[in-house]
């Protein structure tokens, strides 16, 4: 059993080895080593590309995690006293919004916003006062975020609903015998139970919007997120800064991993 | 069309909102005809904060400029010298085909500023309005006259310049002769197909994209490279169908798989097999004695492009002859401007590689603009890749 | 300050509704549209009627058939490989190291799929595990840009995301019910089969779901280490949208897929809905 499990995790991490020891490349290519150097962290951590698509992924990961938690907690709230058509409704719109692949989202996406688009900025260029260039609707961080953030409600209802549904209820009928007005019982009984999934559901959206490439690659305009720079890095011709990039995201989150694991068991031990 | 009305239908107006999209009425004439003129005003009057401010940085050019290019095309030296020089930096991305990029342009908001496109797709970007005129005036630089018409040509269309020619290059193959075995050297597209389906199974590469695949395949029968006739591109898919079992992949970037030794022959183009050969002797360039194609790229500004200013320094200063000279040395294209040449070395100017043999360059066509948008090629090329 | 709940409710509903419409709803109805169109004269739409581009699919037969066999065959084989880790974790592992070792299946997650994608790339080429083999007396294999492959890449990407769920079922699992077993001597495959199998299939179910979905929009592991060989439908949209440009047709087999998607989950869903005991949050979390 351990020796399988050995195996597994070597499996999981030889090509993360393999990822690290090129990194340390001095040549310019990612697969024959030339010798050892350190000069590929520096030029990433100075280019100033990738710090801009760090901080694009960053603001639109935050944003869409933000947004869909926020929409996605309110509708989940609210199915519970709903019901009938519209309650059908939404349940085959979530239902279809995570079951549809990203890759469908992503193109349906492009080209019914760029068909929105081809008819709406002469409208608006029209429309505009004194004759000075009006803004124009494009792709970027807006239909990022509106994107990604779509599959991300749709996953925070399905959870905070969840939630819900495990919530035991005589607390809020106690709660409500007692005299607590209804923001009230919200605030002190039901957001604490619903609280973990509510964090579940922002973590998740979070790390779906920071990690997503398919949907990206057909909605982001003229935006570079991290793995769409990552992407055309490695059609480029990869080099060993993106290397570099992928080992030093691994390495400061295996740091704080084995850190706070190092904090909890000695915590545990004075207990 | 100067009857004025006080309504408008729905339908009228979208006829109308049509046309002024196209461009073939004036703003002023939209908003006088739908009668939206009379609220723009009043609305703009009455809320002030819509007027638009617009902030211009005069002088600089910015701290970016976006190319779209090609692989392995590009010395990132030049870059860095670009950068030191005038504080702004290239992000560039790399393509496989002209149609991706066009793919790309007609979905809009790509944020280019400049890029990269084969003569025969020239045209069909100005059709299609998606490309500005070249403002010669901001490239001191470039030179027309030292350039070989032959070469720059395809960038004007109706005598207004939209392109500015970057190099040239044909369409042959590389193959690795180290593992020809008891083969000998191949001299033709026949041989590059035959070998293919027998001797370098699952050892070949072609290019994703459909110009050169489906046109080298064409010339297995001896058709033109350009042929967009319906039995003629018949013939060359039942080839391109037994073939596909037998590639290594399709790919147009064949630089990595050649030099691990995975892929042994490949569609290439001459810098590349340049590239390649400096680093690997045993890698060879074929140009198949059938013809196939001779191309010139050129430099083009996509309507729209954020970065104007920085798009014509990045132009001018990858056209000046001592960066151009660095940028042939390093991807190993032959130009056609006779100040870089000057100024190369001589083994580069009598290169096989970069300038093959009268009699190899004579049966070479360009691609013709209709391959670009012909829909049978292009189901054909799907329809192979997706086989 | 109350408003009146019914009003409330609406309020609250309205943007997710909106959401809904205006990204999912909307850019499906124009897929549905485009796809009885025709392509434009340069690529791109034309408006039209037709049912050509659905009497065509057939053309993209092998991409469906593709995604078709390799989805199931890369979701059982994340299945067989996370069960016994997931097993390892819940049941074996030492307490103090579990979180660590729980955490350690999902770190490489936080690499992107790219750069991931693109070891293997090294690891399967010739200069990796053939040219090993090969030093081995084990033959030289060709394994980049075949099935084998992108099967690798599946189950190094999508690993993580069906050990989590299994360990989840099994972590809850009442160990109580194992030892009563062993004590009334069962043997322990038995034990498995009648007792932590059933019980730990929410979690199965739930992995298996998960992996699939993603699964069968797959574009970019097909097309890093199956070299344009290994075609699903994924690669098939994004060379219709990105390269031949036909948008009418590609609307049709995104639709196509959507359908066949709806068919194969629902289908599913019903089927592990009845197999693990009627819980309907299974199937999805």
Not at chain 2, 160 to 183: E, H, K
Not at chain 2, 334 to 357: G, H, Q, S
């Amino acid at each position: 059993m351990r020796l399988y499990a050995l195996a597994v995790y070597l499996f999981l991490y030889i090509p993360i080895a393999v990822i690290a020891l090129f990194a340390f490349n001095a040549g310019r290519h990612a697969s024959q080593f030339e010798g050892f150097s350190t000069q590929w962290f520096g030029k990433a951590l100075s280019n100033p590309f990738v710090m801009e698509a760090f901080r694009t992924s960053l603001t639109v990961a935050l944003a869409s995690a933000v947004l869909a938690t926020l929409c996605g907690t309110m509708a989940a709230l609210a199915l519970q006293s709903v019901g009938g058509r519209l309650r059908a409704a939404f349940d085959a719109l979530i239902y279809v919004a995570v079951m549809v692949p990203g890759i469908v989202i992503g193109i349906a996406t492009l080209i019914a916003l760029v068909t929105v688009f081809n008819w709406l900025n002469p409208v608006l260029a029209a429309l505009w006062p004194l004759g000075a260039a009006a803004p124009q609707f494009s792709l970027g961080y807006g239909s990022l975020i509106l994107a990604h953030g779509l599959f991300s409600m749709a996953l925070v209802i399905i959870i905070v609903r969840a939630r819900i549904a495990g919530m035991d209820r005589s607390l809020i009928e106690a709660s409500a015998d007692l005299g607590a007005t209804p923001w009230g019982t919200f605030r002190q009984v039901t957001l604490p139970q619903i609280f973990p999934g509510i964090l579940a559901g922002f973590l998740l959206s979070f790390t779906f919007s920071f990690d997503d490439f398919i949907i990206a690659f057909f909605v982001a305009g003229s935006k570079t997120t991290l793995p769409i720079y990552v992407f055309s890095s490695i059609r480029r011709g990869v080099t060993p800064e993106i290397n570099a990039i992928g080992t030093m995201v691994l390495a400061v989150s295996l740091v704080l991993l084995i850190t706070a694991q190092g904090l909890l068991q000695r915590g545990r031990r004075r207990a | 069309m100067t009857d004025r009305k006080d309504t408008i239908s729905r339908k009228d107006f979208l006829a109308e909102l049509e046309r002024y999209r196209k461009g073939s009425v004036t703003r002023r004439h939209f908003l006088g005809v739908t009668g939206l003129g009379l609220a723009t005003t009043v609305l703009g009057a009455a809320v002030p904060g819509l007027m638009p401010r617009r902030a211009h940085a005069e002088g600089s050019i910015g701290d970016r400029v976006v190319l779209a290019s090609w692989p392995n095309y590009h010395d990132p030296a030049n870059f860095e010298a670009f950068k030191a020089k005038t504080g702004a930096a290239v992000d560039m991305s790399v393509f496989g085909s002209n149609e991706e990029m066009l793919a790309k342009l007609q979905a809009g908001g790509t944020g280019w500023d400049v890029f990269v496109p084969t003569n025969y797709t020239i045209s069909t970007y100005v059709d299609l309005g998606l490309i500005e005129p070249i403002d010669l005036s901001k490239l001191p630089n470039y030179d027309p006259a030292s350039f070989d018409a032959r070469f720059a040509e395809p960038g004007t269309i109706n005598g207004t310049v939209y392109a500015v020619p970057r190099n040239w290059g044909t369409t042959g193959y590389v193959v690795n002769t180290s593992q020809l075995g008891a083969l000998a050297k191949p001299t033709s597209w026949k041989e590059f197909w035959d070998m293919t389906k027998a001797e370098f199974s699952g050892r070949t590469m072609v290019h994703d994209y459909q110009l050169t695949t489906i046109g080298n395949a064409l010339k297995y029968y001896g058709y033109s490279f350009n042929s967009v006739d319906p039995k003629e591109l018949t013939d060359a898919e039942k080839l391109l169908m037994e073939v596909k079992p037998h590639l290594f992949a399709i790919n147009s970037d064949y630089q990595p798989s050649m030099r691990s030794g995975d892929a042994w022959m490949s569609v290439a183009w001459t810098g590349d097999a340049k590239q390649l050969h400096r680093d690997m002797p045993e890698i060879e360039y074929v140009l198949g004695k059938e013809g196939g194609e001779l191309w010139s790229d050129f430099f083009a500004i996509p309507k729209g492009a954020p970065h104007r200013d920085a798009a014509y320094a990045l132009l001018d200063f990858l056209l000046t002859p001592e960066v151009n000279a660095k940028e042939v040395a390093f991807h190993g294209y032959p130009v056609a401007d006779k100040r870089v040449n000057a100024i190369l070395p001589a083994e580069m100017l009598n290169d096989p590689i970069m300038y093959p043999a009268a009699e190899l360059l004579d049966p070479l066509e360009f691609g013709a603009a209709v391959t670009l948008t012909d829909p049978g090629r292009a189901e054909l090329m799907a329809r192979f890749k997706a086989a | 300050m109350t408003m009146r709940p019914r009003y409330r409710t609406a309020l609250f509903l309205a943007p997710a509704g909106a959401w809904f419409l205006a990204m999912l709803v909307l850019p499906l109805l124009v897929v549905i549209v485009y796809s009885f169109g025709e392509r434009g004269p340069a690529g791109g739409y034309a408006p039209a009627f037709t049912l050509d581009n659905y009497l065509n699919l057939g053309s993209r037969w092998t991409a469906f058939r593709n995604t078709l066999t390799m989805a199931p065959l890369g979701t059982l084989a994340c299945l067989v490989i996370a069960y016994p880790l997931a097993w390892f974790l819940a049941m074996r592992a030492d307490a103090r190291w579990r979180t660590l070792l729980l955490v350690l299946v999902i770190v490489p997650f936080w690499t992107s799929i790219l750069i991931r994608s693109y070891a293997w790339i090294f690891l399967l080429g010739g200069q990796g595990i053939p040219s090993l083999l090969n030093a081995l007396g084990l033959g030289n294999p060709r394994l980049i840009n075949t099935p084998f492959a992108v099967l690798v890449g599946i189950v190094y990407g999508y690993l993580p995301l069906m050990v989590f769920p299994i360990y989840v079922s099994l972590e809850r699992l009442d160990k109580r019910l194992l030892e009563a077993a062993d004590d009334l001597g069962s043997p322990p495959m038995r034990r498995f089969l009648q007792i932590a199998l059933p019980l730990s299939m929410p979690g199965v179910a739930t992995g298996c779901m998960l992996v699939f979905i993603l699964l069968m929009g797959e574009f970019l592991i097909p097309a890093m280490l199956g070299g344009g060989k290994v075609f699903f439908v994924g690669n098939a949209l994004v060379d219709l949208f990105l390269q031949s440009r036909n948008w009418a047709f590609g609307s049709a087999v995104a639709a196509a897929l959507v359908l066949v998607m709806l068919i194969t989950v629902t289908a599913y869903m019903r089927f592990t809905r009845r197999w693990a005991g009627g819980r309907d949050d299974v199937a999805l979390m």
